[in-house]
């Protein structure tokens, strides 16, 4: 690519994203977007919307910049929870991460590679030039001896000491991070309140006889061998028809409850037909209503022959936090495959369609996992393949030969090679996260937190692999998997494609990065589908406050990192570009998570290992394509001496890992003891207990009650005339 | 090598084997050797020796081996503990293995190999005939079409249905073997009294301040934590100097005892110059006793000067078995390198002398060890080439022309191939399980078991990488460590390689392994060490019950195994060699148990994961060898048919690390609460917690009482006697 071609796309992102700025500075005040822009506020009743006109609602304005500047940790962390606040410190970390690598790229490596002699060299025509004149390639080979002493000395040394140099900030900034971040965790258990999920844990594999039921043999169990801090279980039962009835029955209430609301008189009957276009009228509220009876009969019946259906697994609470963690981590009976325990999540947060409370089903499941896992990965080639040839324009050429005139226009070849083939790779991408939440659901586990943490951990290896291992591999036309069998060869092979791939990856940057944050603030489908329901829908669709999709943003936002970190020594011209993307997302996100998100749950930051991982695999990444790159321009010496520097980084995090992991897996016992003996003196717990008793009911078993709906349903609608 | 070279060394075997056997039955019956073969019986003070003299001492007689034969596996869990029993079942379970791998070999597999017509197919120089031709080599290609129907049917599918069968039987074992032992440590548990090590754990890293001292520190914490469970513990203290004196006091005052005993009365003067010959003489009783006074004084002032030496570790023991165990799963303190909880040896099997408190430190030394043992094993290459050579003769007259003449003759030829080269390794070999023991001293293992079974698993690699590799891929002259950094060629590489090696390794199990067992019963070096001492040191030596070498044993059964296993389809002719040794092992092994070693620890079973481990590996190997196979023989259709196989080895290995592992690790709950319930009704418990407080009190820093040695002393020379 060459530079006006980069240049290009940087113009038709910035106009984008300016005119998408625009664009939300003046939606978000009109009063009928609040649900799209500030649901959360709606949520909690406190939007600002009004009623009245005026002309400020039409003029684009940046206050909700400085709000969002403005914003505290510690308010952060009150209102999102620690999980924001974690989110959060992934773009201060990378800005500080980037920031240094911006200052040695541009100031150190870049000056350097510009000045090298292995591409054409000319001043004049600096539009055309290709951008693999900024770029390592530039740089001159190790052999290459000339007289002058400036010349002798192989300017690749300055690439040398910055691979050390950078790898020691970034693994001083990934310690100060864990550290802080672990700490936080601390002292965020410390003042949390009293959770049911704090003193439950959730039993699987329990050994069924036949004589008694699952009820008895668990609180035998329990009574028997934790008798001093036993409280009370809860069987599950199997209840996803009975679900299923009570969400009918639900949405059939609602919609009653909206046509008794006087404001809309007019839809108190409809046609039956299609679309409710044709067919004879009925009266509405009769034809629901009975229908409502009849649901309500179905889910009576359904409810009292329940007992039949109980799985063998529960819910057991104990009267203590350190009860649970005994539980939890000491193996309960003989057999490790009965008895198995495991973290209970939160009340609101259990979900798990796919349970399975035997050993063997969840390993069979966990197995198909995998298999589905890697055949979807070598799949999902196919798409990539064919998005790699758009960026070499010949390619396309063959392939389609009446687009040969076409692709003669600059400005269509320009917006081909620097837009189009990371716009469709997004296309593609973004149907990666939802299934993988379905591969995380399958593998059974039973919260939404650890299904979107394991989700979020295979987005991101399926990003890697498939973004950018398959774009490097297949860009050198040395694309096979084989090259992976072959480990001796992958440093060389990885020199040869990835610094080929670096104006395909700054491209990517511009148009992926800064077109998703934009359209991350403008909420475009959420927009367009509120706007579609007040115009065509006659029924209010189901509003609900959105929770932060992390298994997808947080892979994103670590790719760029991990391109920062490839690409910081082999063509530092990127790092300009992610640092906007950083910048430009650290307002953004703030912004979203103050307005639109609301937590679902809370997992204390334990999305942090994720990132440190990341961002050693990236740092390893960075070496071995540096051992390689040193091979290729015959400076063997670097190639050795790079050697220790994978080999320290993998110790680094090894003792990161032995020093900081385990805090975010479990809370030690000085944590848990003290705590506990705060609650002793607690006049609340008595009350706490009580409610602990209930809090794992399947909500599907409770006596069904159609009145919650209302109140949340009128909000969003009717709150203009209400503040 | 052929044939003939292959009898003459099973002849030489057998004719060594009857003569260490014969030897074995007449020495064990001298009065003067009971200490070598039966130094077990002494200790216990049970000792079948006579004074008096009878012509069938001198008599070879096989009543041992009956003796051996019928000993019941309770009696050897009540003599020897569990480990020996997990030890014999290593036998049992190999014969098992091998009578059914036998009988599909012997007759399936040789009568195909056999009939082959790859390699000279004569029928009257059997004598002379390669080994090769009872080998897989001998088979006909797959490509080789015939008109005849049965030679069309290519005879290595027979192969092919073996290696599956045979998993298949190895694998059914193995789940079976597995889960015996399981039961029979859950029931050891059970059965065993209360231990301090049950109710103690180890700390270390506790972090120290200024104003108070490691004791009180201790205290707080557990009595802060633990308040319920915390029963006492016992700061550990840098002692080695005062051991060395303690060491040194008590060989001392063993010598004083031994000279004023009155049946050696010539003993009480010596020459005080080089090794008691020269220099004038002086009265030995006072000489010693100055000595020994002027030590105790010494270790007087070492143990009052002991405060400072105070090292941030602590044994800490708890009021019941559940009460340890919440200690050691939990994560104690937040920062997880800190109060670093780890389960506690016995108190007689304490030994760290490489303890370290630090996590750092501790880390550090993990490091230094791996690398060493890297290094280690890439030095030990060079005298296994240099063995190798001489089963390629051509390759010894090249390196050495003058043998030429001496290498003509067949027997010299002979024993040099058949013999020689296995008899070198084992001597090189001999020096490794040593190194390993200091290797995991070094790693910071506290206890004796943990040491061992740490070597054990590092010889046993040691082993599969130095002899197996290092011959296999020497002999194809393929050999390079290359090989394994191109994963893709291994199956290849190893096909090529290994059943060239077949008649190396057959020849290995009968001088190797047939060899090791009789020199085992024979236990020539404590024989003649013992008949040194009768014949030249005027003074007894130390006289200790040996414990049983599990880290050099384990893994030399073990490597046969994996021999059996690889070589079970390639070349069967292996198999009754080998089941020869298990049968004599058998035997041997419980003879030894039963009279020579006492059990210094009791893992209870643990060695046993190491087996399945090494099992499950010669398993994968044999598959991947046979897809290597299978290509070459251009039969690619079993090639791949056969990477099932090895999949599905793995999963099985998964779900028994599922099932079984977590057992060997710590005990459940269950059994922890059942145990603890059972003690409370005990009236003994009152005294066991009173010998718990001191249990694990360095002996170091007990006042000195230099009385012990004189009973142990009298009672292997003064036995006859006495009896």
Redesign the interface.
């Known amino acids: 690519m060459i530079l006006s071609a980069l240049l290009t796309s940087v113009g038709i992102n910035l106009g984008l994203c300016f005119l998408f700025f625009t664009l939300y500075s003046i939606l978000r005040k009109q009063p009928s977007n609040v649900i799209v822009y500030a649901p959360r506020l709606v949520g909690k009743s406190k939007s600002q919307g009004r009623g009245d006109f005026h002309l400020e609602r039409l003029l684009p304005s940046p206050g909700w910049v400085k709000r969002a500047w403005e914003v505290s940790e510690e308010e952060l962390l009150s209102t999102s929870g620690l999980d924001a606040v974690v989110f959060m410190r992934i773009f201060i970390f990378s800005l500080k991460v980037f920031i240094s690598g911006g200052i040695i790229g541009i100031f150190f490596l870049l000056p350097v590679n510009f000045m090298g002699n292995q591409l054409s060299y000319d001043f004049s025509d600096l539009p055309n030039k290709s951008l693999d004149s900024f770029s390592i390639s530039n740089v001159d080979e190790g052999s290459n001896r000339s007289p002058s002493i400036w010349k002798r000395f192989c300017r690749l040394w300055v690439h040398f000491s910055a691979a050390y140099v950078f790898t020691g900030v970034v693994c001083y900034l990934l310690y100060y991070e864990y550290s802080y971040i672990s700490s936080k965790r601390?002292s965020y258990f410390y003042s949390s309140k009293p959770q049911p999920h704090q003193f439950t844990i959730v039993v699987r594999g329990i050994p069924v006889s036949s004589g008694s039921s699952t009820s008895e043999i668990v609180e035998n169990f329990f009574k028997?061998?934790?008798h001093s801090t036993y409280f009370s279980h809860t069987v599950v039962h199997r209840t996803n028809k009975i679900q299923d009835l009570i969400n009918e029955a639900e949405k059939l209430y609602k919609r009653l409850a909206f046509l008794k609301l006087e404001k809309f008189p007019r839809q108190k009957c409809k046609r039956e037909g299609f679309l409710g276009f044709f067919g004879c009228k009925v009266d509405l509220l009769d034809h629901y209503e009975k229908k409502l009876e009849h649901l309500q009969d179905n889910l009576r019946v359904e409810q009292s022959s329940l007992a039949g259906k109980e799985i063998p697994a529960a819910f057991v609470s104990f009267k203590s936090r350190l009860g649970a963690?005994?539980?939890l981590?000491?193996?309960?009976?003989?057999?490790?495959?009965e008895w198995v325990t495991e973290i209970a999540p939160e009340p609101q947060e259990v979900y798990w369609p796919f349970f399975s409370a035997s050993?063997m089903k969840r390993?069979i499941y966990n197995?198909v996992v995998v298999v589905a896992y890697i055949a979807l990965t070598i799949l999902f080639l196919i798409p990539v393949v064919i998005v790699q040839g758009l960026t070499h324009l010949e390619q396309l050429e063959i392939w389609f030969p009446f687009l040969k005139g076409l692709l003669k226009l600059t400005f269509i070849s320009q917006v081909i090679t620097g837009y189009l083939p990371s716009l469709i790779l997004q296309l593609f991408l973004s149907f990666v996260p939802p299934v993988m939440i379905l591969f995380s659901s399958i593998q059974g586990y039973i919260s939404l937190s650890q299904i979107e943490k394991s989700a979020c951990n295979k987005v991101w290896w399926f990003t890697v692999w498939n973004i950018f291992f398959a774009n490097v591999l297949s860009g050198t036309a040395l694309y096979q998997v084989?090259v992976f069998?072959?480990?001796?060869n992958i440093p060389q092979v990885l020199a040869q494609g990835v610094p080929g791939q670096a104006s395909f990856f700054i491209a990517y940057v511009v148009t992926s990065g800064w077109t998703s944050l934009s359209s991350e603030l403008l909420r475009l489908m959420p927009l367009v589908s509120s706007f579609c329901s007040w115009l065509f829908s006659n029924i209010v669709e189901d509003f609900e406050v959105p929770s932060f999709p992390y298994h997808s943003e947080i892979p994103r936002i670590l790719f760029f990192g991990l391109l920062g970190i490839t690409y910081f020594f082999l063509a530092p011209l990127i790092l300009p570009f992610l640092l906007v993307y950083y910048c430009v997302g650290y307002i953004i996100y703030r912004n979203q998570l103050l307005n639109v998100y609301a937590p679902k749950f809370e997992t204390g930051g334990r999305f942090w290992p994720i990132v440190h991982n990341s961002m050693i695999f990236s740092l390893i990444l960075m070496h071995i394509i540096a051992i390689g790159i040193f091979g290729l321009k015959k400076l063997p010496l670097a190639s050795s001496f790079i050697i220790p520097l994978p080999v320290f980084t993998f110790?680094f995090n090894e003792?990161c890992r032995?020093?900081?992991?385990?805090?975010f897996q479990?809370y030690?016992?000085?944590?848990?003891?003290k705590r506990d003996r705060a609650d002793q003196n607690d006049p609340m717990m008595a009350e706490f207990y009580n409610k602990l008793v209930t809090a794992y009911k399947d909500p599907a078993l409770m006596p069904v009650q159609l009145s919650w709906s209302t109140d949340r349903l009128k909000s969003p609608l009717l709150h203009d005339a209400e503040v």
Chains 1, 2 share one sequence.
Do not use: D, M
């Open positions: 601390v028997e061998y934790h963690a005994i539980a981590n000491i193996q309960q009976g003989v057999n490790p495959t050993f390993w197995l084989n069998l072959e480990p001796k110790l003792y032995k020093r900081f992991l385990p805090i479990e030690p016992t000085e944590c848990l003891v």
